[in-house]
């Protein structure tokens, strides 16, 4: 059963570039922390910093020593098909989705070709420890139909992907049925993540 939680309540009028703040601070370069976070629950994050036209992402999952995976489906709030970057072990790569088994994830260089900077690593985290999964995504590639970004990890292989994972869970956009431009243009897709006048929920699924 998929468990919803209002995380973002939308703003009647407001426009204002506020996003959340649920994690633990997390600087994505030394001294300067990514700009909002998200969480589904206590021990997993969700990072992100909209600087010009990329997205710097981060997921950091506590007390964790497995894989850990990010994934942008083709359809909002589903877990398939989709496009996902994982780390596993000191190993990071692309791959596509085709189903919620092992089997239905395979590499693929082919896929997500706008990420760069991928990189995978244990750090200390508000004094406690996470495995970080991180990347930077071209805004503009991201299809606007996507509106939600998924996770899953498993909390002790690094056996990826035959190891099937231990949570899984994601985040997604409710947006007005008229995405509003104004000064300075419209609205990358990506910006639900940065905007109050925006519901957004997390999901879990184990």
Not at 5 to 20: D, E, F, N, R, T
Not at 60 to 86: H, K, N
Not at 174 to 192: A, E, N, Q, T
Request: proline share 6%.
């Amino acid at each position: 059963m998929i468990h919803r939680m209002l995380l973002l309540v939308a703003c009647a009028g407001a426009v204002s570039a506020i996003c959340p703040t649920e994690g633990p601070s997390f600087d994505r370069v030394a001294g300067t922390p990514y700009a909002c976070s998200s969480s589904t629950t206590s021990d997993v994050h969700l990072y992100w910093t909209v600087e010009g036209g990329s997205v710097h992402m981060a997921l950091a999952v506590q007390d964790v020593s497995g894989w850990v995976s990010l994934s942008f489906p083709t359809t909002r709030g589903t877990m398939v098909p989709a496009e996902a970057v994982s780390g596993y072990g000191t190993m990071v790569g692309r791959q596509r989705v085709t189903a919620r088994n092992p089997s239905g994830v395979a590499a693929d260089n082919t896929v997500l070709t706008d990420v760069s900077n991928m990189e995978i690593s244990t750090l200390t985290i508000g004094g406690s420890s996470y495995r970080v999964l991180r990347f930077t995504r071209t805004v503009a590639s991201i299809p606007s139909a996507t509106l939600s970004v998924n996770y899953a990890y498993h909390s002790t292989s690094n056996t990826f992907p035959a190891d099937r994972h231990t949570t899984r869970g994601g985040w997604k956009a409710d947006l007005p049925l008229d995405i509003p431009c104004w000064v300075g243009g419209c609205w990358f897709p990506f910006d639900w993540l940065q905007h109050d006048w925006i519901k957004v929920h997390s999901f879990l699924e184990p």
